[in-house]
């Protein structure tokens, strides 16, 4: 934890450096300005120390996120819309105690940075995540964190699923860097970075960042995509992932898988009843009436 006073200063709502900067979009015409209550995110994540914009700060609070809320897309999956509007993102992730997939996950992080005075700005990405060097050009469709501390820069994402950051890494290095879990390194191509960990002794490319700032149009564009388009696998596949600081613990479909670095310590297909199961006491989510036929589905599946 930050500092020694419990949540001391957790309910302060200070003003982002640019007030004008972009919030998370709702309607891309929406741009009135939202705070998050600061005091019931700190109390969703287990922050309990003294928000300050430092490194530590920073490092706890990544840490946190990808620990106490899920990745998850259910919403996608039943086939509703997801809203991007800032207070739409808090109800849901913190006061309903859902999760989210990367653009709600991190345009929440974003807002919680800028409101306690970080210097922050929203990147997107280009998926590379198991695909070949050769494959062509996948859309943007992944959002990144920016982070600006002093003369060093920061690469914050607390919303790829299963291969989710443990902690921010450092943008100007390009080493490998550890983890509590794997390594990840930093890549400089054209512009912007490619991002890789890894995995059994091999490299394995996750997305490519483009270095260039995104408008609220942008970032309905993606969301459009990935929880409209029929191409996205958000609408046809179950996706939640939770990292702690000793274990990551996924669901792919009925694939219930528990690792820690490049050991596999679980793997076993679940039933609909172990799903539901899964998806509460491992994932904390409250399983809706409505998703039960959606796991039965899906756990008749192969795979």
Known sequence: ?????????????????????FQGAGSVTDARQHLVDLEDYFRRIGFTGEPRADQATLYTLHALHVDAIPFEALDVLMDRGISLSPPAIEEKLVHRRRGGYCLEQNLLLMNVLRQLGFEVEGLSARVRWMLSDDAPS?????????????????????????????????????????????????????G????????QGRWLPLYD?????????????MNWYTSRHLDSHFRRDLRVARTTPQR???????????????QVLEQRDLDAVQ????????????????????????????Q
């Open 1 to 21: 934890m930050v500092g020694d006073s419990p949540e001391s200063g957790a309910s302060r709502q200070l003003l982002p450096r640019d007030e004008t900067a």
């Open 138 to 190: 996948t859309p943007r469709t992944h959002v990144a964190l920016k982070v600006r501390l002093g003369e060093r820069q920061w690469l914050a994402d607390v919303g790829f699923g299963g291969s989710s950051l443990p902690r921010p890494l450092d943008l100007a290095s390009d080493e490998a860097q550890s983890t509590c879990h794997e390594s990840y390194r930093l890549q400089a191509i054209p």
């Open 248 to 262: 990551r613990y996924t669901l792919n479909n009925r694939r219930f898988t528990v690792s820690s670095g490049d």
């Open 209 to 221: 960042i483009c270095d260039d700032p995104q408008s609220r149009a942008d970032y309905e564009m």
């Open 275 to 302: 799903l539901a199961s899964t998806l509460a006491d491992t994932f904390g989510l409250a399983v809706e009436h409505d998703l039960l036929p959606v796991l039965e589905s899906i756990a008749k599946r192969t």
């Open 192 to 199: 912007g970075w490619r991002i890789a960990l890894s995995r």
